[in-house]
């Protein structure tokens, strides 16, 4: 049997990922174990990172093994990723020789790479992560890129542990404003794990030009539609609030205006009204708030949300390196 990628929730069933999850919670309560002795990982970092950084090299290190963090272009060689390349620009070194001299140092390689905010087709093909997966002869985790499948994982972990079961319960997807567009990641991410894990899904945008990605909108439509449930788009705020269990808060650029941010700005500042707040939330079948973080306080969400019993967002950010440990036992042992 060949390596195994965590890349996308979208290769992995949901009997799979229960499984990462029920391992997390034991790793929560008993969190230092030797079972990645003498085992390392290079954490590739294109972007920067709090939790993310932080949460894998505890983790890893908690399990007995190494994390080596490398940042190309900092203290890293800058890496070219493009075959058939005449390197004359930045870039001193090629992903082909790169992701093979990590995999004969490290067990596991994982990387976070945005997308380039220029061109939706490119970004859209995952390009940089790809590359080291398809040149790597170890295991490769997404860190962020287009998706970030560790955060919509903690997410999970999280509704699990105050929800039960998740089968059924409404679920709300709220984009909200922020002063600068961002990446979709964790809105197609969270997108997908609560249509895999069986909610009721809603998707709360300001207008069409907000739905996602269609891989990812076409992905929730089956995965509710095998579970018996239904994927909704929704620009009505009342409509959305009404009777959810969870508002999962995150803003996110519009596609239609990838790389032609000025053309999107009077559409996004018209919609700063869509900040969670507690009105909207009272609406709720006393639902439960999440947000991945970094959070903008009263943009995104206010203080009396965020700071309220029915938060999740600190528990979430805790569960990243219990899921991240557990992903890390599964495919390195």
Not at 17 to 36: N, T, V, Y
Not at 133 to 160: D, F, G, R, W
Not at 249 to 258: I, R
Request: charged letters at 25%.
């Amino acid at each position: 049997m060949g390596k195994r990628d965590f890349i996308s929730t979208l290769d992995w069933d949901r009997a799979e990922l229960q499984g990462l999850l029920d391992m997390a919670r034991e790793l929560k309560q008993s969190p230092f174990r030797e079972d990645l002795k003498n085992k390392s990982i290079a954490l590739v970092f294109f972007n920067p990172s709090l939790r993310t950084r932080t949460s894998f090299e505890l983790g890893m290190h908690q399990l007995g093994g190494k994390a080596i963090v490398l940042e190309p272009g900092k203290g890293a060689w800058p890496i070219e990723f493009e075959d058939g390349s005449i390197m004359d620009g930045d870039a001193e070194e090629h992903i082909r020789e790169a992701a093979r001299v990590l995999s004969r140092y490290c067990d596991c390689i994982a990387v976070r790479a945005f997308p380039k905010f220029q061109d939706w087709q490119v970004d859209r093909t995952d390009h940089v992560i790809k590359q080291f997966a398809k040149h790597a002869t170890v295991p490769v985790i997404n860190m962020e890129t287009i998706t970030h499948p560790c955060q919509e994982m903690a997410h999970m972990l999280a509704l699990q542990e105050r929800l039960g079961s998740t089968d059924g319960k409404k679920y709300v997807l709220t984009w909200t404003y922020h002063p600068k567009p961002l990446n979709t990641a964790v809105a197609n991410s969270g997108l997908i794990i609560a249509a895999k894990f069986g909610f009721d899904v809603t998707l709360l945008c300001p207008t069409p030009e907000y739905r996602l990605d269609e891989r990812y909108m076409q992905a929730a439509e089956s995965y509710t539609q095998a579970n018996g449930r239904k994927l909704t788009v929704t620009h009505d705020i009342d409509e959305a609030y009404d009777g959810a269990h969870v508002v999962y808060a995150k803003s996110w650029g519009a596609l239609p205006y990838f790389g032609k941010w000025d053309q999107e700005k009077p559409i996004r500042d018209a919609h700063k009204h869509f900040i969670v707040d507690a009105e909207k939330m009272a609406k709720t079948d006393d639902g439960l708030f999440s947000h991945c973080l970094p959070m903008r306080r009263n943009i995104k969400a206010t203080d009396e949300v965020a700071d309220s019993a029915n938060s999740l967002i600190i528990d979430e950010a805790e569960n990243r390196i219990h899921v991240q440990k557990a992903l890390m036992l599964d495919l390195l042992r």
